[in-house]
Structures are given as structure tokens and as C-alpha cells.
């Protein structure tokens, strides 16, 4: 029989790998664990290193999102302030549609007064001339 099948079960693994390995199924399980080992610390490495990228990812995403909130934090102050600006603005708008209209309600009196002003200077002409007539003869 055949080195493998004495020792157990045959893993199907090539005549080089086989002709490296100890006989010692102790020597077999050190090596084993040696093998393990370097696995376990490239895998190891290997995830630091993505850890280590990931965390840069993170604290740039990090570093937008405090920009982004600085930004919202203007643009939520410049909102305010143009909002403030706008209740002013549409006070003063009333306030001078009121005083046009209280203008145009005057104008149109002032109108009446003088339309009325003139007539009775068109009738006392009237008078002064129709008196200063019969005063001539």
C-alpha cells in the first residue's frame, strides 16, 4: 500500500506536495499549523490593510458631511435673513399700497374741490360781469 492509505484516508493531493510532507503525523500537524499560521497572518494583513482604507473612506465621507453641514448651516442662516428681509420689504409694500390709497382717496377730493372751485369762480365771473353790465348803465 501506498504511503497515504496507510496513514488514513487519501486526499488526492499531487506527489509533490506529498513528497514534502513529514511521515510524523505529529510533524504533519505542526507543519499544518505553521501553514495555518502564514494563512492567518496574510489573511490578517491583508484585512488591516482594507480596515485601514475603509477607515480613510469613512473619515472622508466623514469630512463631506461636516463641509455639506457647514453649507446647510449658511444656506439655512441665508434663508432667514432673506425671509426677514422679505416680511420687512412686504411691511413697507403695504404700508405704501395703504398710503397710495389713501393719496388716491385725497386726489379724488382734492379733484371734487377743485372742479367745485372753479365753478364757483366761473359763476362769480359770472356775477362780477352781469353786475359790472348794470353798473354801466
Not at 504511503?3 to 513528497?19: A, K, R
Not at 472622508?60 to 432667514?80: C, G, M, Y
Amino acid at each position: 500500500m501506498s504511503q497515504s492509505s496507510e496513514s488514513g484516508p487519501n486526499f488526492h493531493l499531487p506527489d509533490e506536495i506529498l513528497s514534502v510532507i513529514p511521515i510524523d503525523p505529529y510533524d504533519q500537524l505542526d507543519l499544518a499549523r505553521k501553514i495555518t499560521s502564514m494563512a492567518i497572518a496574510s489573511r490578517v494583513s491583508k484585512l488591516e490593510s482594507e480596515v485601514g482604507r475603509l477607515r480613510q473612506k469613512v473619515n472622508d465621507k466623514d469630512r463631506k458631511i461636516f463641509e455639506l453641514e457647514e453649507n446647510v448651516s449658511h444656506l439655512q442662516k441665508a434663508n432667514r435673513e432673506a425671509n426677514t428681509r422679505l416680511k420687512i420689504i412686504i411691511e413697507d409694500n403695504m404700508k405704501l399700497a395703504n398710503e397710495r390709497d389713501s393719496l388716491a382717496v385725497i386726489t379724488k377730493k382734492l379733484g371734487r374741490d377743485l372742479a367745485k372751485v372753479r365753478f364757483f369762480e366761473i359763476l362769480i365771473v359770472m356775477i362780477k360781469t352781469h353786475f359790472s353790465f348794470y353798473l354801466w348803465l
